[in-house]
């Protein structure tokens, strides 16, 4: 292998260094990383087949975050003089899109003070106020949401505003409506979610029910969704790890 190393120098070790910054942002399973780092650019290359070009695609999705910063400074200019709901709603859906999340919750605001009454409007600010760590302020919109659409978002709103009633105290409306979302969603936000709960309430064997839960998905799931999920594998495995045995 050290042959082969020497062969291809520089490009070898290009390859290699390609495939261990795509592992540490990507993070797949750990047994990659010992395959490229002892099986040099061989090791290398096959992980980048392997890993690396199914996330081609994912190079479309950075290449639109350009025209969507262009549309967020035209409408930032556009509100000056003419300060419109819909303005607003764009712009929140924007600001979200680009991870800025205290913007896009001031623009929904500001489109909800100008009398908006788009029911994704008031979801999407509760989502801003959860991730923000203000769950007692997304109560009001969820809340809103689930009584006019109790299936709104394929029922992440029903898993999120029992996530709210879980971090403001109220375990038991919590707890009724993680089961209930639970029925018939299968979003690893909101297992992940109802076993915090559940953890925190010294119920381990439930809790690793449902972190296990998400782990299991890995088995029948196809690879492109695998890798979206990688997050959630994530933090169940963390959960797991800081349950009891």
Not at 71 to 80: G, H, N, Y
Request: with cysteine.
């Amino acid at each position: 292998m050290g042959f082969l190393t020497h062969l291809f120098y520089p490009w070898g070790l290009l390859l290699q260094v390609l495939a261990i910054l795509h592992f540490i942002r990507r993070r797949p399973d750990i047994y990659w990383l010992f395959i490229i780092v002892f099986l040099g650019p061989v090791g290398a290359l096959v992980y980048l087949f392997a890993e690396a070009l199914p996330d081609v695609g994912l190079v479309g999705q950075s290449f639109r975050a350009f025209p969507r910063r262009k549309r967020i400074r035209e409408l930032e200019t556009a509100i000056l003089d003419n300060p419109s709901v819909g303005n607003y709603e764009e712009l929140g859906d924007l600001y979200m899109d680009e991870g800025k999340l205290q913007q896009a919750r001031n623009a929904f605001d500001k489109a909800i003070a100008a009398h908006s009454n788009t029911l994704d409007c008031f979801y999407r600010r509760g989502v801003c106020a959860i991730e923000l760590g203000d769950a007692q302020a997304a109560l009001p919109d969820l809340e809103r949401v689930i009584k006019a659409d109790p299936d709104h978002d394929f029922q992440r709103a029903a898993g999120l505003l029992a996530h709210a009633y879980a971090q403001t105290g109220q375990k038991e409306k919590a707890e009724a409506l993680f089961r209930r979302a639970t029925g018939t969603s299968t979003l690893s936000e909101t297992y992940l979610n109802f076993a915090d709960l559940l953890a925190g309430e010294g119920r381990y064997s439930e809790a690793r029910e449902w972190a296990e839960k998400v782990l299991n998905k890995q088995a029948t799931m196809p690879s492109y969704l695998r890798r979206r999920e990688r997050p959630w594998f994530r933090r169940a495995k963390s959960t797991l790890k800081r349950m009891p045995a």
